[in-house]
């Protein structure tokens, strides 16, 4: 403020005091030395909180009562001080511990263009700053929202989007701003009604399709609203997104899910019943079927009790469950009950039920599954389990039976050993008495007693090589042998035997030489005791044929007579230990019922197998196959087959087979 002088200042004393008292900021007017010579009546009340001041106070005294309510009093203070000096104008803040703000504005006071004081004035700028300062927040609030936020001009034009509204889309704020907002959006003509709609209702809700930067589509859930001036005219539009792709996707995902378990739960192969109250509310197929109902109808609004009739026992325990069920929010385990249906059907099944509350309601699951046939599993498991009581009481009885053939026909080997060296020295010492008129009687009962013994050798052999065969203990002796060297050199052997006997033996083979690995004494066994069974079914005058054929793979030793032939009844039970053929021919046939069991496991203990044929009264073929196989030298054995005492095994294995002369 400037004053030309002081008689001019005095004639508009009053003028001025006018002025500054109908001011609506507070004024105070300072002295060169800081004192209040002026204060008006805005001033005056806005001070009221501090105590009086007098025009002989000076702005320090005012600066000390404001310092335990300002802020920032020491720079007020400071101006103060400067500000008497300087002819500048300057603006200070005063910031109130309370939240006001106050501005203050410093004038120079010059008379005669000398400085000779200031005028202050304060104006309470509170409403102001904390109308910027609460646009300050709004704007960082919806520029930092995690909501997406834009405005648009009345033609769709992009007035503004915040940071997550640029960054859900993609853009950068000069790439969308002025564009119209239709080609961000999946569904131009639906963007163009919705706006026609805000404009005429004021607002739009609803979920749309948006399409990024990179055309890629995304869910969006939209708040729209209409913005007026203060007559009322609408401007602009406001909108807020947010990204709900995750949520529609987990919703459709849930419609997927619940369609699954519907269809799973239709599927289901055990019966699904679900009841309130013990009224049926729903059954799935396998309930319907487990009940014999066509449709879902008949089954709704049913007692439950009705459906599942328990066996009275049963009856009782499945009712104490389901008032737990319906007392409680609950799963029960399995159990297992009896079920008499209408149709006559009695079923055992297992059932596990549960209970929730859904809408107020308690809901009862409960799933009925038919252990029918797992019970008669555990039925027949028992009863497999008593025959394989049975079955470890037969082996360990066999393993018994086999220790005490093996046993006794050691102990039976040794002292007929002795008898038989005895009657051969008895018969070698008197085989040229023939003057002895005992002679005759003498060599028949002393054959009889040798042919016995041979008898009895042949069994105890059988015997104690079967019961190695059982234990596991017979181990072959193989060789790489000219199998059909073997088998002629064995016929030929009993050829005299046979000639004797009226019978016609014949060898016949489609190859000379063949050689396979096997064990030739086992092997001279097995046909032995084959041509001892032929010699026992086979009349004079009958033949009997020995084939070995080359089969390149195999060879195959066919045993053929035409004797009485076996009744097809007795085939089966041929190769079984112990078993007798039925026969009506001679007593010549009467055999031990092992031969042919040994037969059988030494054939196989070569890898090899047996069969028969027969026809009853006309003719018997065995048929014996041998892979062709050859080992290493190092792998055969070093025993050596003696081919020398053939004979004597010959009349061993024959000598079962009784003449007319020997009965």
Known sequence: MVISSQEELLIDKEIITGLLESSRDGIIILDSSAKIIYKNQRFIEMYSFLEDISDQDDAYKLAKQLKEKVNNCNKFISNIE??????????????F??????????????????QKGQILNFRDISDCENLKLDIAIKDQAIENSLNAFSFIDLGGNILYANKRCLEMWGYELDQILGKNSIYFWDDREQLKDRIRTIVNQGSWYGEAVARRSDGSKFEVEVFSNLIRDDKGNPILLSATFIDISLRKEAERERIKSKQLYQKLIKLLPSAVFVHRNRQCLYANEAALELMGYDSLEKAIGRNFSELLNFKIDNHKDFEERLKNLEQEELSLGSNEYIVNFKDGRIMEVETISSSLVYNGERYITTVVQDISDRKETQRLQQEILKEQIKLEEAQEYDRLKTEFFSNISHDLKTPLNIILGVVELLMKSHKDNVNCPYYDQFTKYTNMMKQNCYRLLRLLNNLLDITRFDAGSMKLNLSNYNIVYLIEDIV??????????????????NVEERLIACDPSKIERVILNLLSNSFKFTAEEDRIEVKVIDQEESIAVCVKDTGMGIPEAELDKLF??????????????????VGLALVKSIVEAHNGYITVASNYREWTEFIIEFPVRIISEDKQSKKIYNKAGIIERANIEFSDIYTKADL
């Open 576 to 593: 079984d230990r112990f078993e007798q053929v039925e026969s009506d021919f001679d007593p010549k046939s009467i055999g031990s019922g």
């Open 97 to 114: 511990k309370d939240g006001r703000t106050w501005e203050v504005n410093f004038y120079p006071l010059l008379v005669n263009n000398q």
């Open 492 to 509: 030929m052997s009993i050829a005299p035997y046979a000639d004797s006997q009226g019978i016609d033996l014949i060898f016949d083979t």
């Open 82 to 95: 400067n500000r008497l000096e300087l002819s500048t104008e300057y603006r200070d803040y005063l910031h």
